[in-house]
């Protein structure tokens, strides 16, 4: 069996789409044998121009379906509220073309398209042009990253209904996502196979390469928080830090994400990281004594469980969580973290940090975190379910 995998970003891109994906490919490809990566153009960002258009990465073979000429487009037009959606269409079409172009499609049985929307349709059309097997995988809902009411929306709300109604199968990133689709869109449960994140747990593991007081000074209660995406809820933070000081008079947060230059920030309390290398977040992991994810209530985070809060678990720091479904799915209140109610605000925030500080079993809550990621959430397990989809549409004897 020979697979087309479809993808929107991959390395030297290190997010979290890219990284899922390459380390379930390097699995996938011992399991499969035939395995082949397109990278489609939607993604803008230079350094994809760094690397050849076709590259090996840990024996896995990328295709890169971009030019400077496309690039150029995106940063034009891809900003204009006008010219946006247009653009996208148009977009579709072209990476299409340019994968019909590049790949002898009919080499393949499986097109294994993954989301967002407007890749899902290139891999739709290329699967219904050359009457191949179909796969979407959703690492998301687009419509959850777009405003409702707008023309985006509507027509993102419509393609991504499409895709998940004409996939022969379906694979979801999380088994809440996977719920989710079963109510919404009535789809069969055995349509859809879910593959959590993975982790690399000799990677993301306790170590003690930094030192926390060159971050933070002596003496600190060192809590670190995402700032990357605004559901991250960052804003909590900024708008209780004096409820926060006025009880923990020695917190001091160090913020993975980008600044905003609109506001002010104490540096007697704050300190903004540059963008870290993905092989070495676990050594400034390392220099936290509590991690917070204070995540909003929307579709995505109910969902939706995010890399990092495994990645830092497994590296056996405290992890404290609003109670959105998507982590406290992995995160049990005094077993393997902590968890404050988001509608109860500052109060219980504040109330479960000193719960974390007077705990003495601290250190076996960190432990268990460990454990239970290393038992649950490993790449191969991931890659097995891949396996599993494609024996949904082939016999098992047809895989090699």
């Avoid at 239970?372 to 991931?382: P, R």
């Amino acid at each position: 069996m020979k697979v087309l995998h479809i993808v929107s970003t991959a390395l030297p891109l290190e997010g979290g789409h890219s990284i899922r994906n390459h380390n379930i490919f390097k699995y996938l490809k011992n399991k499969i044998k035939n395995l082949d990566v397109a990278v489609s153009i939607f993604e803008i960002d230079e350094k994809r121009l760094s690397r050849n258009l076709r590259f090996i990465e840990d024996d896995v073979n990328y295709t890169q379906i971009i030019s400077k000429k496309i690039i150029w487009y995106l940063k034009v037009f891809y900003k204009s509220p006008i010219l946006n959606q247009p653009l996208q269409l148009f977009l579709i079409f072209i990476n299409y073309l340019k994968i019909k172009k590049t790949f002898n499609i009919n080499e393949y049985d499986i097109i294994h398209g993954h989301s967002g929307y407007n890749n899902g349709i290139s891999a739709y059309l290329i699967a219904k042009k050359f009457k191949k097997k179909f796969i979407y995988d959703l690492h998301a809902l687009s419509i959850d990253n777009i405003k409702k009411g707008t023309l985006k929306y509507k027509i993102a709300k419509r393609m991504e209904s499409f895709l998940i109604r004409k996939a022969e199968v379906l694979i979801t990133i999380d088994p809440e996502l996977k719920k989710y689709i079963i109510n919404k869109y009535g789809i069969s449960e055995d349509k859809i196979f879910s593959t959590p994140n993975g982790i690399d747990s000799d990677l993301f593991s306790k170590n003690t390469k930094l030192n926390k007081e060159d971050f933070a000074g002596n003496g600190k209660f060192v809590i670190g928080i995402d700032n990357s995406k605004s559901i991250e809820n960052f804003q909590f933070i900024l708008k209780n830090i004096d409820q926060i000081i006025a009880v923990f008079p020695d917190v001091f947060f160090v913020v993975f994400g980008d600044k905003n230059s609109n506001l002010e920030y104490d540096p007697e309390y704050f300190k903004f990281l540059p963008k870290i290398k993905f092989k070495e977040m676990a050594d400034y992991y390392s220099i936290l004594d509590l991690f917070i994810m204070p995540r909003i209530r929307n579709n995505m985070t109910e969902t939706i469980t995010p890399l990092k809060i495994l990645e830092i678990m497994s590296c056996e720091i405290p992890v404290l969580v609003s109670n959105v479904n998507g982590l406290s799915s992995c995160v049990k209140h005094s077993e393997t973290g902590y968890i404050f109610n988001l509608e109860k605000g500052i109060t219980s925030f504040n109330d479960a940090i000193k719960e974390i500080r007077s705990n003495k079993e601290l250190i076996k809550v960190c432990k268990n975190a460990r454990e239970w990621v290393v038992s649950n959430k490993s790449w191969e397990n991931a890659a097995e379910q891949y396996v599993n989809a494609y024996h949904k549409i082939f016999k098992k004897e047809h895989l090699h």
